[in-house]
């Protein structure tokens, strides 16, 4: 079992940052990988970012690469999601996801937390 709470989320201008936190709990945090996934009003859930176990792999849906980064904190057991030069077209509910990272290719788990808004909007 996965605890996933996420945190940071807010109202921006386009333009502006934020970071997202997603603090876990119930298993070694250091034996899975995690993942950011969003979901927009009507529209289906989609992948943002992931990172491997040990921090050292990433990847990235196009639309955010270079403007976001994920990272992990294993001792805080906390991955973290930066935000930056956001678009109105970011407007969504972040979620973070514990799974698998392999060759480049992250797999979800039933694992989610609970969701994080956030809003770009002038």
């Known amino acids: 079992q996965v605890q996933l709470v996420e945190s940071g989320g807010g109202l921006v201008q386009p333009g502006g940052s934020l970071r997202l936190s997603c603090a876990a709990s119930?298993?070694?945090?250091?034996?899975?990988?995690m993942g950011w996934f969003r979901q927009a009003p009507g529209k289906a859930r989609e992948f943002v970012a992931a990172?491997?176990?040990?921090?050292?792999?990433?990847s990235y849906t196009d639309s955010v690469k270079g403007r976001f980064t994920i990272s992990r904190d294993n001792a805080k057991n906390t991955v973290y999601l930066q935000m930056n030069s956001l678009k109105p077209e970011d407007t969504a509910v972040y979620y973070c996801?514990?799974?698998?990272?392999?060759?480049?290719?992250?797999?979800?788990?039933?694992?989610w937390g609970q969701g994080t808004q956030v809003t770009v909007s002038s």
């Open positions: 996801n514990s799974g698998s990272y392999y060759g480049g290719s992250y797999s979800e788990s039933n694992y």
């Open positions: 119930g298993r070694t945090f250091s034996t899975y990988a």
């Open positions: 990172i491997s176990r040990s921090g050292i792999s990433t």
